[in-house]
């Protein structure tokens, strides 16, 4: 079933610089999670935007027909590997219609801080 | 009063594989609220989409007349269990417009990490 | 000026059973924050659901022009108190456009959880 | 690429009266994170509604064509600070379309507790 938009904007980045507890699934991080739905697979192209230098990217990625993807921008390296410590906004278009959520881990301190939202749609 | 939506869906689905602190109430969860404001019962069909294997479900959840629904989706067992530790995304469709959130309790440390946020609608 | 809406939905509530920290500020609470930009007062009628009981109130809530209200639902007690440890959702009903977003810090542990998402508005 | 709305709200406000952990990158503050992915400037004017005093502002925020700003509340001063422990909303009117995600840190007690939400956006 086709559902969601084609045009995803996440304000908020920040990929904390350290972590505390067990690697990986406590290494702190931000992941965007996509819900690709339909019956086509969903082409998508992330663009990232700084306070002070140009953006970066496109980022291609890919999620296969009714599939799901948590993407970790942590893990994100073609054309380049976002910085730490550093604030940014990502933009996400996509050929067919899907869902994305946005989710940090931060596990800076002993106890994780975990954030969750709907990203923007239109 | 009838109010919502009758399509929804959460990108983002990870159940944590352990807890700390007393259970239930603070063993580690996901969940789906969801308010039936209206005057007819909901049928709610849900669907669980995976990185690398078919959607499982559909899941059959009734919501009565005004009365709202806290669901777990680690209770969930028919037709299967969601495995814990495994990235998924879940679409929720209703028979009569729903409003659904999001939530997450995530006990894995000493301190309790909670996320929520209003799902996706159309 | 006037923006928002005047139908809002918050599927999740559940006021935690106990806290940890300094009273008031870290005592467990959820709360509705209402934002009326507008140059009228809003009149808010509010709505209980629960799982397994006919919902309670209406409850009455004034927020005045151009003003701010942070509504702790533990403070309620007209017509009813909302039980702790019982899970809820509310549904709220203004007669001007205000902005509802949902609030909840839970120190139950000892370190405070916190969560926030915007309400459902239509 | 221009993506957004003009007019954005942030019901919730409240800036921690203390923090815990090194500064500057866990002292508790509130952010709003804006992204401007159009190749015009975005002048933003954001004005502060608070529940027994008249509105602040209006403040004056400027974002770069193709940037984002995470703007903390904490660091405006221009009209007038924005006083701690005291519980706030905000709005936000841009001459061109952005994206508007509100964000808090509150590190009060050992462990870091953070949020996020997209804001009303219309």
Known sequence: MQVGKK??????????????????????HEAACILNAGDKEANISLTIYFADRPPAGPYRIQVAAERTLHLRFNDLSDPEKIPVET?????????????????????RQEANALVTTIAYAE
């Not at 908020?12 to 610089?17: A, K």
């Open 87 to 107: 604030p940014y906004s990502s933009l996400l278009i996509s050929d067919v219609p899907v869902v994305i959520q946005f989710t940090r881990l931060d596990s």
């Open 7 to 28: 045009i995803w904007a996440i304000a908020e980045g920040y990929i904390p610089g350290w972590s505390h507890g067990p690697a990986p699934v406590l290494t702190s």
